[in-house]
């Protein structure tokens, strides 16, 4: 079992920065990915960044060039630098941990870009 605690969330103005944690505990171990998705009030969850335990980051064309993802050394956080930020970026973050084919999620920061 994996569990997961987001963290950073809140209020930002448009072209503002956020950066959002994700604190994982429990069974972490092997190949795995992590990485954020967003969900928007009265829309889907979509991709917002992954990356893998080889530190390979795939982004959502909408973020590419505005958000950074990167893991620490020991792999048991993640982190979502939000930079730019516009009044479309205003969703729930949720963080993901894959692994085995298990998927383990949290329970959600918002954020709200605003001005």
């Known amino acids: 079992q994996v569990q997961l605690v987001e963290s950073g969330g809140g209020l930002a103005q448009p072209g503002g920065s956020l950066k959002l944690s994700c604190a994982a505990s429990?069974?972490?171990?092997?190949?795995?990915?992590m990485g954020w998705y967003r969900q928007a009030p009265g829309k889907q969850r979509e991709l917002v960044a992954t990356?893998?335990?080889?530190?390979?980051?795939n982004y959502a064309d909408s973020v590419k060039g505005r958000f950074t993802i990167s893991r620490d050394f020991a792999r048991t956080m993640v982190y979502l630098q939000m930079n730019s930020l516009k009044p479309e970026d205003t969703a729930v973050y949720y963080c993901?941990?894959?692994?085995?084919?298990?998927?383990?999620w949290g329970k959600g920061t918002l954020v709200t870009v605003s001005s």
């Open positions: 993901l941990y894959t692994v085995a084919g298990m998927d383990y």
């Open positions: 429990g069974s972490i171990f092997g190949i795995n990915t």
């Open positions: 990356i893998t335990s080889g530190h390979n980051t």
